[in-house]
């Protein structure tokens, strides 16, 4: 049972244009959502977060919005750079569940100069 | 602080084989945990641990071993090693306190089983 899903495997944009990635979820006891990304050969890298009780959190370029009357959740890095092309995953946690996550099957990010 | 550090960074072995993959952290953190990456399904947790002494299993426990002795070490051991278990391993880890800044990941140890 995949409790978080990514269904876009892949996304190509443009230098300076929008990148919007998306993430479901089915587990309503979820209370964290986190966006990781990761380059080829490394670990992932903590990216930005979200609490159930907040619709958006925003860090610089990166803005992510929650909406949890569809189980929905999204990063927009504005504007988009070639240094941001990466996998990038979603991750959840239970509240219960102290620290740890659920993570989405990953989608990989291509910005093009 | 070197972070989460892991060794080996590659890793062949036969079927069979036993191995330990070794994760430690020089952060204090209370929580340590171990994942798997496979293509198409994300990062699924093996095993965790909360503290010196406490470890519990995550989605895919099966074929592995953990102990937490020390706040700073977390190995991995592969009991018998099959060809399912080709993959990147991940060791993760995190103060506990809360989840807004994430955990700190290793830079993986990529295994693969003949």
């Known amino acids: 049972d995949q409790q978080v899903k990514q269904n876009s495997p892949s996304l190509s944009v443009q230098e300076g244009r929008i990148s919007i990635l998306n993430c479901d979820y089915t587990n309503s006891m979820f209370d964290y959502f986190l966006w990781y990304k990761k380059y080829p050969a490394e670990g992932p890298t903590f990216l930005i977060s979200i609490s159930s009780i907040k619709d958006k959190n925003e860090d610089g370029r990166f803005t992510v919005f929650l909406n949890k009357s569809a189980k929905h959740l999204s990063l927009h890095i504005v504007p988009s750079q070639p240094g941001d092309s990466a996998v990038y995953f979603c991750a959840a946690r239970l509240g219960t569940s102290g620290s740890r996550l659920t993570f989405g099957e990953g989608t990989q990010l291509t910005v093009n100069p | 602080n070197a972070g989460v550090t892991q060794t080996p960074k590659f890793q062949v072995l036969k079927t069979g084989q036993s191995m330990t993959l070794q994760c430690a952290q020089d952060m204090n953190h209370e929580y340590m945990s171990w994942y798997r990456q496979d293509p198409g399904m994300g990062l699924r947790l093996i095993h965790y641990s909360v503290g010196a002494g406490i470890t519990d299993q995550g989605e895919v426990p099966n074929g592995y071993n953990v102990s937490r002795s020390t706040t700073e070490d977390f190995p991995l051991r592969l009991l018998s090693a099959a060809p399912s278990q080709t993959s990147v391993y991940f060791c993760?880890?995190?103060?506990?306190?809360?989840?807004?800044?994430?955990?700190?990941f290793g830079p993986g140890t990529r295994l693969t089983v003949l």
């Open positions: 993760a880890s995190t103060t506990g306190t809360g989840p807004a800044r994430g955990q700190f």
